[in-house]
């Protein structure tokens, strides 16, 4: 426990500390923090976490004994405005249980600007010639493991790919849409006519490039889409529909059900239904297998440089974000990589974490 507020404590900024559990230390006066004499606990143990609140400044919140007499089931904190209140209730087992109401606001991480990369600008003789380089690179990675080995892949893949593969990013629009924002913010303070009407002036003007660059997009990009990407073509086709009913009604046991968290419930149950729940608690024994075991598997180059050409360059990549255009781009130079890195994953059973990860998104 020392240990782990020690290296939260080193952290740069100041974080609040939460710590709960049945410390089975009933030999200690909270009112005074001061320990209780002749008593069947150890005195050493509560002396140590006596010391321990005091040197980082824990504060124990619960007042109420949790068993019998005793209060066994702590709460620390390092900051009691975060606590709204503790109590004890009723527990299932010899304990009782102790509930805590804690004022938290939950901070949400940043998600990263989206990168849309223009791929008929591409620098696919750079980016081939940069990936063959790289062979040479892998191959002296020696004995690390498929984890970092992959890792160090990752990376390569994304730094030639920034590097050699320009994006869209529209500066001028996003500069324009906080002007925009910041000729609002004045106009509303001051409740002047002018700056009023340079707001105006300036969010026509800010419509009709962002026109101009919604036909480009239509014109230059969409066109070829029809052909080379159904998907994104009649992705903007249906986002031109006004009306977005969600969900329909659905039927369930002739009852009709309108209401989104009953349809929701009703799904969820369907989808629960389709399992089977087998009894495991006895398993019968299928005897010795008359079945061969599997030959050492091998990997062959040319088989994985025939997978590599047959991914579908339109489709969205995984959370790796490594799209299957990049990789089909850099099939030749890849093939031999990902030779090695396949059977050695193979030869010592182990996955890198990032093949183990999915991105799944129900559909109705």
């Given at each position: 426990?020392?240990?782990?507020?020690?290296?939260?404590?080193?952290?740069?900024?100041?974080?609040?500390?939460?710590?709960?559990?049945?410390?089975?230390?009933?030999?200690?006066?909270?009112?005074?923090?001061?320990?209780?004499?002749?008593?069947?606990?150890?005195?050493?143990?509560?002396?140590?976490?006596?010391?321990?609140?005091?040197?980082?400044?824990?504060?124990?919140?619960?007042?109420?004994?949790?068993?019998?007499?005793?209060?066994?089931?702590?709460?620390?904190?390092?900051?009691?405005?975060?606590?709204?209140?503790?109590?004890?209730?009723?527990?299932?087992?010899?304990?009782?249980?102790?509930?805590?109401?804690?004022?938290?606001?939950?901070?949400?991480?940043?998600?990263?600007?989206?990168?849309?990369?223009?791929?008929?600008?591409?620098?696919?003789?750079?980016?081939?010639?940069?990936?063959?380089?790289?062979?040479?690179?892998?191959?002296?990675?020696?004995?690390?493991?498929?984890?970092?080995?992959?890792?160090?892949?990752?990376?390569?893949?994304?730094?030639?790919?920034?590097?050699?593969?320009?994006?869209?990013?529209?500066?001028?629009?996003?500069?324009?849409?906080?002007?925009?924002q910041r000729l609002y913010n004045k106009a509303k303070r001051s409740g002047q006519a002018k700056?009023?009407?340079?707001?105006?002036?300036?969010?026509?003007?800010?419509?009709?490039?962002?026109?101009?660059?919604?036909?480009?997009?239509?014109?230059?990009?969409?066109?070829?889409?029809?052909?080379?990407?159904?998907?994104?073509?009649?992705?903007?086709?249906?986002?031109?529909?006004?009306?977005?009913?969600?969900?329909?009604?659905?039927?369930?046991?002739?009852?009709?059900?309108?209401?989104?968290?009953?349809?929701?419930?009703?799904?969820?149950?369907?989808?629960?239904?389709?399992?089977?729940?087998?009894?495991?608690?006895?398993?019968?024994?299928?005897?010795?297998?008359?079945?061969?075991?599997?030959?050492?598997?091998?990997?062959?180059?040319?088989?994985?440089?025939?997978?590599?050409?047959?991914l579908k360059p339109n489709k969205a990549p995984g959370p790796d974000g490594i799209f299957p255009?990049?990789?089909?781009?850099?099939?030749?130079?890849?093939?031999?990589?990902?030779?090695?890195?396949?059977?050695?994953?193979?030869?010592?059973?182990?996955?890198?974490?990032?093949?183990?990860?999915?991105?799944?998104?129900?559909?109705?």
């Amino acid at each position: 426990m020392r240990e782990a507020i020690e290296k939260i404590n080193a952290k740069p900024r100041t974080c609040d500390i939460i710590v709960t559990g049945d410390f089975n230390q009933g030999n200690i006066d909270w009112e005074t923090n001061t320990v209780i004499p002749d008593h069947y606990a150890s005195k050493a143990a509560a002396e140590k976490l006596l010391d321990l609140s005091v040197q980082y400044n824990m504060q124990q919140m619960v007042t109420e004994p949790t068993r019998g007499d005793s209060i066994l089931d702590l709460v620390f904190t390092n900051n009691t405005n975060i606590v709204n209140h503790t109590k004890v209730e009723p527990g299932v087992g010899d304990h009782d249980m102790v509930s805590t109401v804690l004022n938290l606001v939950i901070k949400r991480p940043k998600q990263p600007r989206r990168r849309i990369y223009i791929r008929k600008k591409a620098n696919e003789e750079k980016i081939r010639q940069k990936m063959g380089e790289y062979q040479k690179t892998f191959a002296d990675l020696g004995d690390l493991t498929v984890q970092d080995k992959w890792n160090h892949l990752d990376k390569e893949i994304k730094r030639t790919v920034e590097e050699n593969v320009p994006t869209k990013f529209d500066r001028k629009s996003r500069g324009r849409t906080r002007r925009k924002q910041r000729l609002y913010n004045k106009a509303k303070r001051s409740g002047q006519a002018k700056d009023w009407e340079t707001y105006r002036e300036y969010k026509k003007e800010c419509r009709r490039a962002l026109n101009k660059a919604r036909w480009e997009y239509i014109n230059n990009d969409l066109g070829s889409a029809a052909k080379e990407d159904p998907k994104a073509f009649w992705t903007f086709i249906k986002s031109l529909r006004k009306e977005d009913n969600g969900v329909a009604d659905l039927k369930v046991d002739n009852k009709l059900l309108t209401d989104s968290k009953e349809k929701a419930e009703a799904l969820n149950n369907q989808l629960c239904s389709v399992f089977t729940q087998e009894d495991k608690s006895h398993i019968p024994s299928l005897g010795e297998s008359n079945i061969t075991n599997i030959p050492n598997l091998v990997i062959h180059e040319e088989g994985v440089k025939k997978q590599l050409l047959k991914l579908k360059p339109n489709k969205a990549p995984g959370p790796d974000g490594i799209f299957p255009w990049m990789l089909r781009m850099m099939a030749e130079q890849l093939a031999p990589i990902l030779t090695k890195l396949f059977q050695q994953s193979i030869d010592e059973g182990f996955l890198p974490t990032q093949w183990r990860q999915a991105d799944i998104c129900p559909i109705f």
